[in-house]
T-cell receptor
Framework: AQSVTQLGSHVSVSEGALVLLRCNYS??????LFWYVQYPNQGLQLLLK??????LVKGINGFEAEFKKSETSFHLTKPSAHMSDAAEYFC??????????????FGQGTTLQVKP | ETGVTQSPTHLIKTRGQQVTLRCSSQ?????VSWYQQALGQGPQFIFQ???????GRGNFPPRFSGLQFPNYSSELNVNALELDDSALYLC???????????FGPGTRLTVL
């Protein structure tokens, strides 16, 4: 069965510092992996996705993530945090292309706080 | 291009009542998925509709049902509301495949 674990429910960084949000997954077939961001009282916005090919994926707002099969990880990074990055971040896995419907399985989320 | 829209934005119901939530998919998207997000949790998959047919269901009881219309818009119906049904209900549309799912702003349901 698929599952997603986000290590750290709350991460706090200073403005300009490196952002690292951790995500580990389990999947019985090659996964599709996603990071979404959710601002207060809003829906989810897709930051980036990994399907096949290059394991380093670049997304919007300067975020990127690297798929590491050997570590079953898909950590999200940004070199320099901005105040506007403060939000809830969700990692998700999908098994599209298998017998699965392509539904997304989400982690519990990580709240990113950015201090001035 | 219009994104995913949902209505209403907020809704308050009492236990035992029934509710219908609506979703208009992004232009050209033929697949709609519904998720329930309880406070402080990640979204949980309810079900997915593809070309008006249910195409997978999560671990939700039958009192959660849905429809998809020929224009690919969708409804989520919940009967016999329970207090634990209080949550943000998210609709996401996609073309399937590897395109990813695009979410609407959600409907906040409160059951008293």
């Amino acid at each position: 069965a698929q599952s997603v674990t986000q290590l750290g429910s709350h991460v706090s960084v200073s403005e300009g510092a490196l952002v690292l949000l951790r995500c580990n997954y389990s999947s019985s077939v090659p996964p599709y992996l996603f990071w979404y961001v959710q601002y207060p009282n809003q829906g989810l916005q897709l930051l980036l996705k990994y399907t096949t090919g290059a394991t380093l994926v670049k997304g919007i707002n300067g975020f990127e993530a690297e798929f590491k099969k050997s570590e079953t990880s898909f950590h999200l990074t940004k070199p320099s945090a901005h105040m506007s990055d403060a939000a809830e971040y969700f990692c998700a896995v999908s098994e599209e292309g298998s017998s699965n419907t392509g539904k997304l399985i989400f982690g519990q989320g990580t709240t990113l706080q950015v201090k001035p | 291009e219009t994104g995913v829209t949902q209505s209403p934005t907020h809704l308050i119901k009492t236990r035992g009542q029934q509710v219908t939530l609506r979703c208009s998919s992004q232009s050209g998207h033929n697949t709609v998925s519904w998720y329930q997000q309880a406070l402080g949790q990640g979204p949980q998959f309810i079900f997915q509709y593809y070309r008006e047919e249910e195409n997978g269901r999560g671990n939700f009881p039958p009192r959660f049902s849905g429809l998809q219309f020929p224009n690919y818009s969708s409804e989520l119906n919940v009967n016999a509301l329970e207090l634990d049904d209080s949550a943000l209900y998210l609709c996401a549309s996609s073309l399937g495949g590897t395109a990813g799912q695009f979410f609407g702003p959600g409907t906040r349901l409160t059951v008293l």
